[in-house]
């Protein structure tokens, strides 16, 4: 079956639409062995998700490599649950600040 042609908007979309970046492998953005080994030692010594003590299940660069934080020594990782890296990765994407939003962090505060 011949396959429909565009219509003009969008092929004006198509072509004029920058492509995105790619991100690279895991492995080219540097999630390489030596990661996994770092990244499971922290996780087993420190279980707890450091902003809510629910199960951690990802280990967060304190210093985002991009903004030259080092991506193996531990004193930049902590351990995060999905929740708390998902809202933290938000707010740092939306403000630059690697922490938790300013609402969540009071709410942990008052309970
Ligand atoms: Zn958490």
Redesign the pocket.
Known sequence: MPTKRPTLNQHVRRVCTPRREPRGSAFERGYDRAWQRTRDAVLAEDPG?R????PAVLVDHVTPISAGGDRLDTANLRP??R??HDAVTANYRATGRNELPDKRTQNRANQ
């Open positions: 998700c902003l809510c003590d629910r995060l649950c929740s708390c």
